[in-house]
């Protein structure tokens, strides 16, 4: 079946750049997804990127989709104390505009200051 | 702004007890969503409703019921609560591409 893998945890000092990593199975998805969650909090959309695209920037954060490894990776710029959260990958899987996602385990994201 | 409410924040249910956690949105979104969350696994899809009384089974259904009586409420059923249901519990809504997540339920089963 579909399945979405990350590292578990990645620590970096603040001021440098954080690199996220994800892989994925279903070829067919067309949006893949990245949500943080902050301590207590749910989940919230950070960004996403169209399957036809193989970069997307806002602002610090920079997403690059490798279709042909199905690679996803989340660049945030000049990480802050402030990004410390759970970052989480996920992808949609189903025909249509299901809307239904399949998520990876979760990087915690450790900023040093 | 978008708002997914949850009855509860954090819970305590002893084992064999029958458990309603209750979502809220405010969008008239018509897809909504029940997960747990457990540390090292992520997100796990336990059911999941297209429309009022539709409900689709998720990964891991086994041991949960829904029900969706209204558009905007979707209740996840514990119907006899066991230890290993002790977990975080997500509700999102959404339309289209983006979902929307309450901040959660905390249950622990004894």
């Known amino acids: 079946g579909e399945d979405v893998e990350q590292s578990l945890f990645l620590s970096v000092r603040e001021g440098d750049s954080s690199v996220i990593n994800c892989t994925y199975t279903?070829?067919?998805?067309?949006?893949l997804y990245w949500y943080k969650q902050e301590p207590g909090a749910g989940l919230q959309l950070l960004t996403y990127?169209?399957?036809?695209?193989d970069m997307k920037q806002d602002q610090r954060l920079t997403v690059l989709l490798n279709k042909k490894d199905k690679h996803l990776s989340l660049r945030i710029a000049d990480t802050q104390t402030g990004d410390s959260a759970i970052y989480f990958c996920a992808e949609e899987i189903g025909s249509g505009n299901t809307g239904k996602l399949i998520f990876g385990q979760g990087t915690t994201l450790q900023v040093k200051p | 702004d978008v708002k997914v409410t949850q009855s509860s924040r954090y819970l305590v249910k002893r084992t064999g007890e029958k458990v309603f956690l209750e979502c809220v949105q405010d969008m008239d979104h018509e897809n909504m969503f029940w997960y747990r969350q457990d540390p090292g696994l992520g997100l796990r899809l336990i059911y999941f409703s297209y429309d009022v009384k539709m409900k689709e089974k998720g990964d891991i259904p086994e041991g949960y019921s829904v029900s969706r009586e209204k558009k905007e409420r979707f209740s996840l059923i514990l119907e006899s609560a066991s230890t290993n249901q002790t977990s975080m519990y997500l509700c999102?809504?959404?339309?289209?591409?983006?979902?929307?997540f309450g901040p959660g339920t905390r249950l622990t089963v004894t």
């Open positions: 990127i169209f399957s036809n695209m």
């Open positions: 999102a809504s959404g339309s289209g591409y983006e979902q929307y």
């Open positions: 279903d070829s067919s998805s067309t949006y």
